[in-house]
C-alpha cells in the first residue's frame, strides 16, 4: 500500500501541475482573442465568412436532430400526460423542454462535434503546415487573422442554430401530437403561448446558447493553435475538442440552470 502511495503521488501532482499550466494557457489565450478582437469589426467579412462556414454547414445536422427531438417528446410527453387527464398540456411541455434545456444543450453537444472539431484541425493543421508560422514571419497575428474570426464567429451562429433547434422540435411535436395523435390543436398552441414566458425561459435560453458557444469555440480554438504539430497531435487535439467541450457544457447548464430558475 505504501509503494502504491509512493508510485501514485509523483503522478497525481505531475496530473495536477499540467492542468494548472493548460489552464493559464487557456485563460492568456482567450485574453489575447479579445485583446485583438477590437480591430476584427474593421473587416467584418473575416467573421461572416466563418458564419456562413460554421453555420450553413451545421444546418442540417442541427434541423433533422430537431425534429426527431419534437417526434419523441410528443410521443414520450404524450403518454406521461395522458395519465393524469393533462394532455392537452402537451404543447406547454414541448416548448418548455427545448426553449429550457433540450435546445441549448443538444445543440452545443452536436455543434462540439460537427463544427468544433473542424476548427480545432482547421487550425491545426494550419499549424502543421507553418501557415501560422509564416504569418508571424510577415508581422500578421495569428490570432487576429485566424483565430479571432472563427471565435466569434461560433459565438453568433450558436444562438442561432439553437432557434433553428427549438422551432423544428416544436413543429415536430405537434405533428405527433395534433396530427398524428389527435390533441387538439386550438390547446396545444394556447397552452404554450400562455405558459411560455419571454424572458423568463426563451431569454434565458438564448443566455444559455450564448455561454455554451463561447464554452465550446473557444476550446476548438485552443486545441486547435495549441496542438502540436503533427498528424498525431491533431487526431489528439480533435478528440479533446469533442470530450473538452462536451464536458463544459454539461456543467455549465447545471450552474446556469441552478441560477436562472432557482
Known amino acids: 500500500m505504501v509503494n502504491w502511495i509512493n508510485k501514485s503521488l509523483p503522478a497525481i501532482g505531475y496530473t495536477l501541475r ?24 474593421r473587416r467584418p467579412r473575416l ?22 427531438v419534437g417526434f419523441v417528446l410528443g410521443l414520450q410527453g404524450y403518454y406521461t400526460l395522458n395519465k393524469y387527464g393533462s394532455e392537452q398540456a402537451l404543447g406547454l411541455l414541448v416548448s418548455l423542454s427545448l426553449v429550457r434545456e433540450l435546445g441549448p444543450v443538444v445543440t452545443a453537444l452536436l455543434f462540439a462535434g ?5 476548427l480545432t484541425a482547421e487550425i491545426g493543421l494550419m499549424k502543421a503546415g507553418e501557415q501560422l508560422l509564416a504569418m508571424e514571419m510577415m508581422a500578421v497575428d495569428p490570432l487576429q487573422r ?41 390547446a396545444f398552441w394556447s397552452q404554450m403561448q400562455g405558459g411560455v414566458d419571454v424572458l423568463l ?15 465550446v469555440t473557444f476550446v476548438a480554438v485552443w486545441q486547435g493553435y495549441e ?5 498525431e497531435g491533431v487526431a489528439r ?13 454539461l456543467a455549465l447548464d447545471f450552474l446556469l440552470t441552478a441560477l436562472m430558475f432557482n
Open 114 to 118: 460537427r463544427a468544433g472539431t473542424s
Open 201 to 215: 425561459d426563451v431569454a434565458n435560453g438564448v443566455l444559455k446558447s450564448i455561454v455554451f458557444g463561447i464554452a
Open 47 to 68: 467573421i461572416t465568412d466563418q458564419i456562413h462556414f460554421i453555420g450553413n454547414y451545421s444546418l442540417v445536422i442541427i434541423g433533422v436532430s430537431g425534429l426527431f
Open 146 to 186: 485566424v483565430v479571432a474570426p472563427r471565435f466569434w464567429a461560433g459565438v453568433v451562429a450558436m444562438p442561432m442554430l439553437a432557434a433553428l433547434f427549438s422551432a423544428l422540435g416544436i413543429f415536430g411535436g405537434y405533428l405527433v401530437g395534433v396530427k398524428l395523435i389527435g390533441v387538439d390543436e386550438g
Open 237 to 249: 487535439a480533435t478528440t479533446r475538442t469533442v470530450v473538452i467541450a462536451s464536458l463544459a457544457v
Open 227 to 231: 496542438t502540436k504539430a503533427t498528424p
Open 18 to 41: 499540467e492542468s494548472i499550466v493548460g489552464l493559464g494557457v487557456a485563460t492568456r489565450i482567450f485574453l489575447s482573442i479579445l485583446r485583438v478582437s477590437s480591430g476584427l469589426w
